[in-house]
C-alpha cells in the first residue's frame, strides 16, 4: 500500500519533529548529568571524611551512654529511599527495585524521594509514609525535616534503626544501588 505524497510527507515531518524532541531531551539530560556529576564530586570527598571522622568517634567512645548508639527493640527500620522521578535510565531503577525486596520488609516504614518507584512500591503494599518528592526539588530544609522525623521515631522506640538506600554513580552507564546503615 503506497501512501500519498501529502500523507508521506505529513509523516516524515512528524519523524523529523520527534529527532528534534529526542535531541533535546537528549542535550537537557547531558546538562543535568554534567551539573550533578560536579555537584557530586565536590561533595564526594567531604562526606567521606565526615563518615570516617564520625566512626573514629563513635570508636572511641564505645561505652557512650548515647541514646542514638543503642540497640532498640522496635521490629520496624526506617529506610530512606532515593530514586528517580522519570523512566528511561536503564537499570537504574529496576536495580533498586530489586535490592529493595530483598532488604526491607513490606511492613516496614519507607520514606521515597523520587517519583518513579511510588507507584510500584505502593503496588506491591509497601509502607511510604510520606508525600511524593520530587527528587528535583531537594534542599537543606526538606531533607533536614525528613532526618528529623527519622530521628524522633528512632528515640521514641518506633523503630529499630534508619537506612538509606540509594545508587552510586560509578560512570554515565552504571550505578550501583547502595544500603546504608544511619542508626545504629
Not at 567521606?48 to 573514629?56: C, D, H, R, Y
Not at 522521578?85 to 527495585?97: F, V
Not at 520488609?105 to 510500584?120: A, F
Not at 520530587?134 to 533536614?144: G, Q
Amino acid at each position: 500500500m503506497t501512501l500519498s505524497k501529502q500523507k508521506l510527507r505529513q509523516r516524515i515531518n512528524s519523524i523529523n519533529s520527534t529527532m528534534k524532541i529526542t535531541k533535546a531531551m537528549e542535550l537537557i539530560a547531558k546538562v543535568k548529568l554534567q551539573k550533578q556529576r560536579e555537584f557530586m564530586e565536590k561533595n564526594r570527598e567531604y562526606a567521606s571524611v565526615l563518615k570516617a571522622t564520625v566512626n573514629e568517634i563513635i570508636s572511641r567512645n564505645i561505652h557512650s551512654e548515647n541514646q542514638y548508639l543503642i540497640e532498640k527493640d522496635a521490629p520496624a527500620k526506617l529506610t530512606y529511599v532515593f530514586s528517580s522521578d522519570m523512566g528511561l535510565c536503564g537499570g537504574y531503577n529496576s536495580n533498586m527495585l530489586k535490592l529493595i525486596e530483598t532488604v526491607i520488609k513490606k511492613e516496614d516504614p519507607i520514606i521515597l524521594i523520587g517519583k518513579k518507584q511510588r507507584s510500584w512500591l505502593l503496588n506491591r503494599k509497601y509502607n511510604i509514609v510520606n508525600n511524593e518528592i520530587s527528587s528535583d526539588n531537594i534542599d537543606y530544609e526538606l531533607i533536614k525535616g525528613l532526618a528529623d522525623i527519622g530521628i524522633e521515631k528512632y528515640i521514641n522506640n518506633e523503630i529499630s534503626g534508619i537506612q538509606v538506600l540509594y545508587t552510586e554513580f560509578v560512570n554515565t552507564v552504571t550505578f550501583e544501588p547502595r544500603l546504608e546503615t544511619l542508626l545504629p
